[in-house]
């Protein structure tokens, strides 16, 4: 056997990342995506891979596409199974029969698919779809595709969600290039660049001939999407107020599909009424099993971005019904690695037979599941009542005194209460329930592991790995395993935090130690894999990594407190960590001590050797700098600077200068690396230039490393060269100044 080694740089190409995992109908199959990288044409491709879940035997990889295949889902039979796959230049929902054969389109859909359900027959799909409109498409042309939409709608009784669908800015007979028009205050985001006219549609795809039928046409974009297992009931989440540019609501528009000869139609519509703030946000849509009812995550924007989610019942009509109330732990994945990209899922899931409501949560720094005994209250059974009668357009159930607009008061207020699952702490991505309800299929990595297909009985605790996507390569590699550890802040606020001694470690001599900050803020460290810290820990590197506050995982207080505060308590929960670590463990050297974050975590970076001169070294990523600046040019800046910071451009600039590290750039002593992204706008480039040019101007040692073709998810999602680059980068500024 080779001698094991750290892992390199270069590993990056060798790995796989396994995600979207579902189980088929009979609980004998499981299909999950695996994503790789093409070296030569320095791109990401995925496939999908099946695993006998009786046998336990290696997976075998199903299809072959030159793109992106994933997004796997069973049609009811089992035999045959749908996917989304970009393999002739949009995105499409394909089919494969399991028996053998090719993949082929279900229809010809106009747009990329964003995602598909299949209906509980198994004869027909409801897809959302993004369409983009045609360059050179005329007026007439797009009177046409708002005549067709209003159509649509006013078949559906829904006047009120009529939307005026995009018309070209561009006469056709114009030749060449021509200015973007900009009318509109979010006119851009981060990874999809300058927004145009493209709009969210909702469409039934018959399996048999492939006749594609609109169900809704929208301007704004669609959320959330949802449709009930008996295939009834449609729900989804869309921005209905009169400014979506500074009102973040997600109303939740729900209706009656409705079977016809030529497909499917809507019946009659509704939009819940909330009792709460013109702003709110409902997002994890889904329909109990066996009854008409709505659950959902929501929030009222009480704590800006850092308010956490509740969970909802949601009647046809009224306002909805809290099932918890201020949980400590989050609901979804707020794990922040190098591995896993984005949000795997799902959130929320039942079993068969809607007597358990499973959660994916986070929390402590893991990702684990939970699970509540759902049982119905005597109030939502009358919701449920209503509900049905609403979308079959029956009237009985007013005859029979159905309230429509009755709120669960205190006396009322059911309580779900939510058992974690036992499971090895770690971070569960993506995960799936088998059809009997007894077994959990979970991908799930750990800080030693990158990840592996695991099943877990819920009835005898039996844990089972079933395949590991990374075996070869993990088995040739030496690994840091991080220590975890609490401890409490100068007020006296406990939170955590994980220490990695470097690969080579000895007792008797001084290593330099990394503090790296992650972004967000909202967001947490924890038990995950990060390719980052180890190849750092295999060049001789210690790391401290922690959640200050701000960070989710330890309830709304702690993931509210630094609001207002950048710089303050987060700082001194930092540099507390730091203390206690120098002064237990004598290994590390205090004299070359590194800082280093991203986003959030670049911020922080800035304003710490802003504020200190304890850091030998710096490196800092996709920053911010500059917050008067920030809130003009950020694609998020007018609202994000606002609740973060509290304050805005006109009425208290004092207060943005005040929390830049840019007003402090003289007092910077430790040389810095910034790392920058050109299409970065969340954070936008001017960050990073401001940055340097001023500490440039003062005679600063500094280093200024910009990354093409690349926006703000660089480190987990960028050309994989250039993320290669960007840790070779890395390695050797710290190597040189410590």
């Not at 207002?564 to 120098?582: E, F, K, T």
Request: proline share 5%; hydrophobic share 35%.
């Amino acid at each position: 056997m080779d001698e094991l080694k750290p892992y390199q740089i270069e590993d990056l190409y060798h790995m796989k990342w396994a995600y979207e995992v579902v189980c088929d109908p009979r609980g004998e199959k499981a299909v999950y995506t695996v994503r790789w990288i093409d070296k030569e044409e320095d791109t990401y491709r995925s496939y999908l891979a099946l695993v006998d879940l009786n046998e336990k035997t290696e997976a075998v990889r199903l299809t072959y596409g030159k793109g992106q295949d994933r997004y796997p889902r069973f049609l009811p039979d089992g035999r045959t199974l749908a996917f989304l796959s970009n393999r002739e230049g949009q995105q499409s929902i394909y089919e494969l029969p399991l028996s053998g054969g090719e993949a082929r389109p279900v229809a010809t859909i106009e747009g990329d698919v964003q995602r598909f359900f299949v209906t509980a027959a198994g004869e027909a799909y409801v897809a959302l779809v993004r369409i983009q409109p045609k360059e050179t498409q005329s007026t007439e042309g797009a009177h046409t595709s708002h005549d067709r939409a209003s159509q649509t709608l006013s078949q559906s009784n829904a006047s009120q969600f009529q939307t005026s669908l995009p018309q070209s800015k561009t006469s056709s007979s114009k030749k060449g290039k021509q200015p973007l028009v900009i009318e509109r205050l979010r006119y851009k985001s981060d990874g999809r660049g300058l927004h145009d006219d493209s709009y969210s549609r909702l469409i039934w795809i018959e399996r048999k001939g492939g006749k594609v039928t609109t169900l809704f046409d929208h301007l704004e974009e669609i959320g959330d999407v949802a449709v009930s297992t008996d295939g009834r009931f449609l729900a989804y989440t869309i921005n209905r107020s009169n400014d979506t540019d500074q009102k973040f609501r997600h109303d939740i528009v729900m209706a009656k599909l409705l079977r016809t000869d030529r497909g499917a139609k809507v019946g009659a519509t509704s939009v819940p009424t909330v009792d709460w703030k013109e702003q709110y946000m409902f997002y994890a849509l889904i329909f109990h099993p066996t009854r008409p009812l709505l659950l959902a995550l929501g929030h009222d924007y009480t704590y800006a971005g850092a308010t956490m989610p509740d969970l909802f019942a949601v009647p046809f009509q009224g306002p909805p019904k809290p099932f918890t109330r201020d949980v400590p732990f989050y609901f979804g994945d707020a794990l922040i690695g190098d591995m896993v990209s984005g949000s795997a899922g799902p959130i929320l899931r039942f079993s068969a037979d809607g007597k358990k409501l499973f959660a994916q949560t986070s929390e402590h720094g893991q990702v684990s599941l939970r699970f509540a005994e759902f049982l119905l209250p005597d109030a939502l059974k009358d919701v449920i009542s209503e509900f049905d009668s609403e979308v079959s357009g029956d009237s009985s159930a007013h005859d029979k005194g159905v309230e429509r607009d009755h709120v669960i008061g205190e006396d009322q207020h059911h309580t779900l209460e939510f058992e974690t699952i036992p499971f090895t702490p770690g971070h569960i991505y993506a995960w799936d329930l088998m059809p009997d309800g007894k077994t959990l299929l979970a991908l799930y990595a750990s800080p030693t592991e990158m990840g592996k297909l695991v099943s877990f009985n819920l009835e005898t605790k039996e844990l089972q790995k079933i395949t590991v996507s990374n075996h070869d390569l993990e088995r040739m590699r030496l690994v840091s395993e991080p220590e975890m550890f609490w401890l409490h802040s100068f007020d006296e606020t406990p939170y955590q935090a994980w220490l990695m001694r470097p690969l080579g470690f000895r007792a008797d001599e001084r290593h330099p130690l990394i503090l790296t900050i992650h972004g967000g803020p909202h967001a947490m460290y924890g038990e995950t894999f990060f390719h980052e810290f180890q190849v750092l820990a295999g060049k001789g590197f210690g790391i401290l990594y922690l959640n200050p506050r701000g960070s989710h995982g330890y309830g709304q207080a702690f993931v509210d407190a630094v609001r207002g505060d950048y710089g303050g308590d987060d700082m001194r929960d930092l540099m507390h960590a730091l203390d206690v670590v120098l002064e237990r463990e004598t290994w590390i050297d205090p004299s070359r001590l590194a800082v280093m974050g991203g986003s959030y975590g670049g911020f922080m970076t800035n304003w710490i050797i802003s504020h200190t001169d304890r850091f030998r070294v710096a490196i800092t990523d996709r920053s911010i700098s500059n917050w008067l600046s920030f809130y003009g040019t950020s694609d998020i800046g007018t609202f994000f600077t606002e609740w973060e910071i509290g304050a805005d451009l006109y009425h208290d600039p004092e207060r943005l200068w005040h929390h830049s590290p840019l007003k402090y750039a003289a007092q910077v002593k430790t040389p810095v690396l910034i790392i920058h992204s050109e299409q970065d706008l969340r954070c936008p480039i001017e960050q990073a230039e401001q940055w340097f040019s001023v500490l440039k101007k003062l005679g600063k040692e500094v280093r200024f490393l910009r990354f093409p073709d690349s926006n703000h998810d660089l480190s987990r999602n960028g050309l994989p060269s250039l993320r290669t680059s960007r840790l070779a980068a890395m390695v050797d500024w710290l190597k040189a100044h410590t």
